[in-house]
């Protein structure tokens, strides 16, 4: 069929044509910035999951619905080399300046009060002409978010922010990825934060998302985390919502699948939203005609798993180390080797007795493979890849 006309895109981030499978979590957030704006007690939010189930797309629906309801909002992806203060500091110069407020005065004042936080370093100020500018061309406000103690200052630009939308009955909205990366004191001081957000009913929430393991960070940081933000796990498609990821993009196009196509579709994929989506694009390429059958899926398969094989898994395998390597070889064949159907976690104990090596020996790759995000530890003594069927590919392309 016609490639140009291709509905599906498979693409880091990229909105897929039919957002299915997330209605409860668009309706969820909905009642939250309600609630919020009327002054009503709420929790932020956090969305977990493995990579490839939509967690980016999904918060950049959040984003849309906050945008749609006149709120400020800003958003910034967590970098472990990199620090809270340069990228929260240029997401909320963006909040204020879509809120609208027309005080200029009042604005100007709360710029000002984001540039000294962005100026502070963790510890003394830095020279003028190595300070970064997120640029605000309002004068810096001294004495306020800028003591060094990143946990002070969080809690006292939250808390002009969001007096400044208060002052126009609306809300700001901070959407941080890739939350897991952030550093200890920097979790901290979230935390403490919207704690103290939390009690004041400013209108402030932060909307992160991260891997699975980012509520057990969340909780080594601040025991009352637990209580304080509402985590949602994001995980794979049903069977329904997968199906209709691949009809309705189809149908706008005067495309259908036969049901056995759709069967073959969710075997292939596990009804993860990346896969889905790669899977469908190449299906729609090879096939000749209307409907797309069984017979075009089995031909696109071998397309599509090599697109994968390369961009998605190859590209996170060649970034270990050999090894590195050869720990996430072992992960996987400990996994087939598992009496547990569909295992996800393996305990570290059994990989080191499969390489025949002492558990201390292979901390180092361990710690490191967790550092890239390639693998994360969800309870303590045992270990997951981050990335949907990445065991599978070990076995079936590394030797």
Same mark, same amino acid.
């Given at each position: 069929?016609d490639?140009?006309?291709?509905? +599906?895109?498979?693409?880091a981030?990229?909105?897929p ?11 969820a957030?909905?009642v939250?910035?309600e ?7 709420? %929790?932020?939010?956090?969305?977990t ?14 984003? /849309?619905a906050?945008? %749609? ?5 800003? @958003?910034? #992806? ?6 809270l ?58 004495? %306020?978010a ?15 922010v969001?007096?400044?939308a208060?002052?126009?009955? @609306? ?11 952030? !550093?200890?004191?920097?979790? /901290?001081?979230?935390?403490?934060a ?5 009690q004041?009913g400013?209108p402030?929430?932060? $909307? ?14 601040k025991? *009352? /985390? #637990?209580?304080?933000?509402? *985590? ?11 199906d209709?990821a ?7 196009e ?11 579709m *969710? ?6 939203p *990346?896969f889905?989506?790669?899977?469908? @694009?190449? &299906? ?12 075009? &899926?089995?031909?696109?398969?071998p397309e599509? #798993?090599?697109?994968?094989? $390369?961009?998605?898994?190859?590209s996170? +395998? ?5 090894? #590195? ?15 547990e159907?569909? $295992? ?22 361990r710690?490191?493979?967790?550092k890239?995000?390639?693998? +994360?530890?969800g309870?303590? !003594?045992?270990?997951?890849?981050? $990335?949907?069927?990445?065991?599978r590919?070990?076995?079936e392309? &590394?030797?």
């Amino acid at each position: 069929m016609d490639p140009i006309r291709n509905p +599906y895109a498979p693409g880091a981030g990229q909105r897929p044509p039919e957002l299915a499978g997330r209605d409860e979590q668009l309706r969820a957030f909905d009642v939250v910035l309600e609630r919020v704006v009327k002054g009503r007690p709420e %929790r932020s939010l956090v969305l977990t999951g493995l990579r490839g189930v939509g967690k980016t797309v999904l918060l950049n629906a959040l984003r /849309s619905a906050a945008v %749609r309801r006149r709120w400020g909002t800003g @958003k910034l #992806e967590a970098r472990p080399d990199q620090g809270l203060r340069r990228p929260l500091s240029s997401a909320l110069h963006q909040a204020v300046r879509e809120l609208g407020h027309t005080d200029a005065d009042s604005v100007d004042h709360v710029l000002g009060v984001i540039k000294a936080f962005a100026h502070r370093d963790a510890g003394a100020r830095a020279k003028l002409k190595d300070q970064w500018s997120p640029g605000i061309d309002a004068p810096v406000v001294r004495g %306020r978010a800028d003591s060094g103690d990143i946990e002070i200052d969080l809690v006292e630009l939250f808390t002009d922010v969001g007096g400044l939308a208060a002052d126009v009955g @609306k809300g700001i909205a901070v959407f941080i990825d890739e939350m897991q990366d952030l !550093g200890p004191d920097d979790v /901290s001081a979230l935390c403490a934060a919207c704690h103290e957000i939390s009690q004041t009913g400013l209108p402030v929430i932060v $909307v992160g998302a991260g891997l699975p393991h980012l509520p057990a960070v969340l909780s080594a940081s601040k025991s *009352y /985390s #637990e209580r304080l933000f509402s *985590y949602q796990r994001i995980d794979r498609l049903a069977r329904d919502a997968a199906d209709l990821a691949l009809t309705a993009p189809a149908e706008d196009e005067e495309v259908a699948f036969t049901a056995d196509a759709l069967e073959a579709m *969710y075997a292939a994929t596990g009804g993860y939203p *990346y896969f889905i989506q790669a899977y469908g @694009k190449a &299906v729609w390429d090879r096939a000749p005609r209307s409907p797309i059958t069984l017979d075009d &899926v089995l031909v696109a398969t071998p397309e599509a #798993e090599s697109e994968l094989a $390369v961009g998605f898994f190859g590209s996170r +395998y060649e970034r270990a180390t050999p090894g #590195e390597r050869e720990y996430l070889r072992a992960m996987a064949d400990v996994a087939a080797a598992s009496e547990e159907p569909d $295992v996800d976690a393996v305990p570290t104990a059994d990989v080191a007795a499969f390489l025949d090596k002492k558990p201390q020996s292979l901390s180092p790759a361990r710690d490191a493979l967790l550092k890239k995000g390639l693998i +994360y530890s969800g309870e303590r !003594g045992r270990i997951a890849f981050t $990335v949907p069927h990445f065991g599978r590919y070990l076995r079936e392309h &590394v030797g």
